[in-house]
C-alpha cells in the first residue's frame, strides 16, 4: 500500500509547502475515448485506508475508495477528447489533461507530484515526478483511482451510445472483441485517428491488426 511520506518528506523539508497535489492519468494507450487526468490534495489527517496503485485494485475496491475520496478530499477531473489528442499527439494531451485538472483544484496547490518520469510543462507550481508514483505517493494513487474509475464509466456510457467496441470491459484499448468491432462495424468519432491502426483502416485499406 501506498502511503503519505513523500508529501510529508515535501513539507518539512520547506514550510513554505502546505498543500500537495498528487497528479496522474489514465487512457493514453486506448484507440478509443478521451485521455483523463485527475489532480488530488488529500487531507493528511483524513486519508482514505488502502490506497494503492489502481490498477493493482479490484473493480469494487476502487469503486468503494471513489467514494471515499471524493468524501475527503479536494478533486478535480479533466478529459482530453479525441480530436485535441489527434490534433497535438498523446504525450501532449496527456500533459495537457494534467494541467487542466491541477488548474481546476479549488485551491492552487503549493507543489504537484506527477506520476511517471516527466513533468507537465505548464504547471504554475513546483511539481516532481515520481516513477510508479501510484504505488509510492498517497496522493498520487488517489488521483489514479479517481481518474481510471472516472473514465472506465465514461467509457461504458460511451459503450450504450456505440455498442459492439467492448468499451465496458476494454475502456478502449485494443482488444479481440474491439478489433471485431472495427472490421464489422468501421470507425466511430471516439476514435483516434492518428493511432496507427484506426489510421490504417482509415487510410490504407489495412485490417485493424497491421
Not at 467514494?67 to 500533459?95: G, K, M, P, W, Y
Not at 507543489?111 to 496522493?139: C, H, R, T
Amino acid at each position: 500500500m501506498t502511503d503519505f511520506s513523500i508529501e510529508t518528506a515535501l513539507m518539512q523539508s520547506n514550510p513554505a509547502i502546505k498543500t500537495i497535489a498528487g497528479v496522474d492519468e489514465v487512457g493514453r494507450g486506448p484507440w478509443a475515448g478521451p485521455v483523463t487526468a485527475c489532480a488530488v490534495i488529500l487531507d493528511p489527517n483524513n486519508i482514505p485506508t488502502g490506497l494503492n496503485d489502481s490498477k493493482k485494485l479490484s473493480a469494487k475496491r476502487r469503486a468503494a475508495l471513489f467514494e471515499e475520496i471524493h468524501d475527503c478530499a479536494q478533486i478535480s477531473i479533466a478529459h482530453v477528447e479525441v480530436d485535441e489528442i489527434d490534433r497535438i499527439n498523446i504525450l501532449q494531451a496527456t500533459f495537457r489533461a494534467m494541467e487542466r485538472a491541477v488548474a481546476g483544484l479549488a485551491i492552487t496547490p503549493d507543489f504537484a507530484l506527477i506520476d511517471g518520469n516527466k513533468i507537465p510543462p505548464n504547471l504554475s507550481m513546483d511539481a516532481q515526478a515520481v516513477v510508479k508514483g501510484d504505488a509510492k505517493s498517497a496522493s498520487i494513487a488517489a488521483a489514479s483511482i479517481i481518474a481510471k474509475v472516472t473514465r472506465d464509466r465514461l467509457m461504458g456510457d460511451l459503450a450504450q451510445q456505440f455498442p459492439g467496441y467492448g468499451w465496458e470491459r476494454n475502456a478502449g484499448y485494443g482488444t479481440k472483441m474491439h478489433q471485431l468491432g472495427l472490421q464489422n462495424l468501421g470507425v466511430t468519432p471516439h476514435h483516434r485517428r492518428s493511432f496507427k491502426p484506426i489510421h490504417n483502416i482509415l487510410y490504407k485499406g489495412n485490417s485493424v491488426t497491421n
